[in-house]
């Protein structure tokens, strides 16, 4: 936020700040749905709530998580770590569509390739504590899923 358009009372700030955090439950919500139901999370985040139909525990959970952080922490910090993390999801995705044989492709190669190089070009201008917080908190997910896999012997 600019100097001009900062609240002056810090609680607002935080309570405006953690308005966009909140706007992402819905999709983690339905991202621990889909991995509390592959059994990478636990299994009571995988309940889809009978009328509404959207996955309940994982979005209370999700909330208590993000307004604990928005009470505690400065989240200014988080909005590098989370573009590396958007960025490195885009970049695979392109990867992965470069690799889709002609008949399920939607859209030329070329595009794919452009994607990732854009990318890459952005994940190169984020601040390199961000690229580092960020590679470091992936290399522990990557690490933590061969675990998974290893103990589930699927690798």
């Known amino acids: 936020m600019s100097d001009s358009a900062t609240p002056s009372k810090p609680w607002l700030r935080r309570f405006l ?3 966009g955090p909140l706007a992402l439950i819905a999709g983690i919500g339905r991202t621990s749905l889909a991995m509390a139901r592959n059994g990478d ?3 009571w985040l995988a309940a889809v709530h009978p009328r509404n139909r959207v996955p309940h525990h994982a979005e209370i959970a999700l909330a208590v998580v993000v307004g604990v952080l928005v009470l505690a922490v400065d989240l200014r910090g988080a909005i590098g770590f989370s573009s590396f993390g958007v960025l490195t999801y885009y970049a695979i995705a392109n990867a992965s569509a470069w690799t889709q044989p002609a008949e399920h492709r939607r859209w030329p190669r070329a595009l794919n390739l452009l994607g990732l190089i854009g990318c890459v070009t952005l994940v190169a201008t984020l ?5 580092a917080v960020g590679a470091a908190v992936l ?8 675990l998974i896999l290893r103990r589930r012997g699927a690798v």
Request: hydrophobic share 55%; no cysteine.
């Open 17 to 19: 700040l953690g308005l």
């Open 41 to 43: 999370l636990p299994r």
């Open 127 to 131: 601040p390199v504590e961000s690229v």
């Open 139 to 146: 290399a522990v997910g990557v690490a933590g899923r061969f």
